[in-house]
């Protein structure tokens, strides 16, 4: 049945209206973790940490000659949420967003433990957005992007800005690059704890002091985790009582 051109005209206004209805309420959920001039809220472990605040983002260099990671990390602890930052980058920097972390035994590599959402240096393999576990001297994946060539290519190119969202709800966990799904999870060695930016260690490379990273609008919805997750087409990937820890020094 075709309805008349007022009628069309009608149902079209009720549903941008209703759209804008849901989009204020959605917004109002969300909660801003940075107020683009000073870091409260946060805290730097592990000096020496280089990071400034530069036009409403935190800007990140890594320090020759250090031999533990450092992470500039919320002060709350977070369990169920959707977490969205933007991001912009020099593509060989190596980096990281910790989430669920918890603090480290002090006999560790680093400060914290946690899922981490990889922020790839190599140019070649190309697994930003992947998810790995993060023990400061061995590293276990969870959810690599090999043969995922979407979500291998949906990081910009250099210094551009992308946007990075991360859902975890219970033991499932979904990462969007862009707008791209690059992981589909279900773990639960972490169900709590802080959220992070991983400033990478870096050895003897004093010219890769110059390399930088850019953290802007970090923003986190607690209530209603369920109501606002993404659709993830990816297949699940279930990696409970995984234990392959890959130890590196």
């Known amino acids: ?3 008349p ?3 069309r005209k009608s149902l079209l206004g009720l549903f941008l209206l209703l759209s804008q209805f849901a989009f204020g309420q959605s917004q109002k ?3 801003n973790l940075f107020d683009g001039k000073t870091l409260n809220g946060w805290s730097v472990l592990d000096k020496p940490a280089n990071v400034r ?5 935190m800007v990140l260099h890594m320090t020759a000659h250090t031999s533990r990671h450092a992470f500039i990390r919320t002060n709350k602890k977070f369990k169920d949420f959707i977490f969205e930052v933007e991001f912009r980058r020099d593509l060989t ?3 990281g967003i910790l989430f669920r972390a918890i603090d480290a035994p002090d006999t560790a590599f680093n400060a914290l433990f946690g899922y981490m959402v990889k922020i790839d240096p190599s140019l070649t393999r190309l697994w930003t957005g992947g998810v790995f576990l993060d023990y400061g001297n061995g590293l276990q994946w969870l959810h690599p992007l090999d043969g995922n060539e979407k979500a291998r290519h949906a990081e910009n190119t250099v210094m551009e800005w992308n946007q990075l969202r991360i859902e975890a709800s219970g033991e499932e966990i979904s990462v969007f690059l862009n707008g791209v799904p690059t992981v589909h999870l279900l773990d639960d060695k972490f169900k709590k704890g802080y959220i992070a930016f991983k400033i990478h260690y870096l050895q003897a490379e004093k010219e890769k002091e110059a390399l930088e990273i850019a953290y802007r609008n970090p923003r986190i919805l607690t209530k209603s985790v369920k109501k606002y997750r993404s659709v993830n087409d990816l297949p699940l990937v ?5 234990n392959k820890i890959t130890y590196f020094r």
Do not use: A, H, Q, V
């Open 53 to 57: 605040i530069e036009n409403n983002s």
């Open 29 to 31: 959920e969300w909660t």
């Open 1 to 3: 049945m075709k309805y």
């Open 5 to 7: 051109l007022k009628f």
């Open 238 to 242: 279930d990696s409970r009582g995984i």
């Open 93 to 95: 920097i190596d980096s």
